[in-house]
């Protein structure tokens, strides 16, 4: 359901109806949906991080990913890219899928229509200058309206959200927000996490490790028989998931 529309009504119904209008919503809004994982049953799930490159935690990161041979998503911001090319040409060799998350990091909502499409295009070309082809685009925030919808999809950008979420912008111990991502985690999913962290204005970034949460989402993954992957090839195995995505 169209999450403008979760958070107009969340106080004013019971779980219940919520559930009910969220079926008639997606029903209704299915023709714009965003992906937001893969419909066919799967045990992959893609791994997604926002808001980097960052110069401390993303080397840190790639090193684990490494490690472990696991491929992700990162949906880049173009300045901090342009800022540290080296870093994505490394996730590129390392068989990670790049994306775009924007020029910088803030909620296009807010912006005329005509700006937001000057800056995705000037923010795609700086990106694929440094990483190739760019198919995927998240919104910085999770900002969407029907407007900034159809520019993304007007210049050939398939709109990404997600599912799980460790709240991984929330100070608390790494092993708490591990257990967040995991617990309504399914085959198919599309999982949040950050290797940057851009904060509201007036909001401080948490302390905490993200890149021991990583670790710890791997592990309960792999308990649970989850393969990590990418976006790109999560769809690949089945249809993509499609699901109305409208925020401000």
């Known amino acids: ?40 049953p799967t045990d992959h799930v893609a791994i997604t991080f926002d808001d980097g490159p960052d110069p401390e935690v993303t080397p840190r990161l790639l090193d684990m990913l490494k490690a472990r041979e696991c491929r992700a998503t990162f949906f880049i911001l173009s300045d901090k890219a342009a800022a540290d090319p080296s870093v994505v ?29 000057e800056r995705l295009i000037a923010a795609r070309r700086r990106l694929e200058a440094i990483a190739g082809p760019i198919r995927f685009f998240r919104p910085p925030f999770g900002g969407q309206s029907f407007g900034t919808y159809f520019v993304a999809r007007r210049l050939g950008l398939d709109v990404v959200t ?5 709240e991984d912008w929330v100070e608390q111990p790494p092993a708490d927000a591990a ?37 710890l989402v791997l592990d309960g993954m792999a308990d649970r028989g989850l393969i990590p992957t990418t ?16 925020r401000y």
């Open 162 to 166: 997600w599912g799980p979420h460790a």
């Open 179 to 215: 257990a967040r991502a995991l617990n309504t985690m399914r085959g198919g999913d599309i999982l949040l996490l950050h290797d940057g962290m851009e904060m509201a204005a007036g909001e401080l970034a948490p302390k905490l490790d993200r890149v021991r949460v990583t670790e």
């Open 89 to 117: 040409r490394r996730m590129v060799a390392e068989g990670h899928e790049i994306a775009l998350h924007s020029d910088r990091h803030d909620r296009l909502t807010t912006m005329p229509l005509r700006v937001v499409r």
């Open 231 to 246: 976006v790109g090839d999560l769809v690949s195995r089945g249809q993509p998931r499609m699901s109305p995505w409208f």
């Open 1 to 40: 359901m169209p999450e403008f529309l979760i958070d107009r009504f969340r106080n004013g119904l019971s779980p219940s109806a919520r559930t009910t209008l969220r079926r008639l919503a997606d029903r209704f809004f299915s023709g714009v949906g965003s992906i937001n994982g893969a419909r066919n």
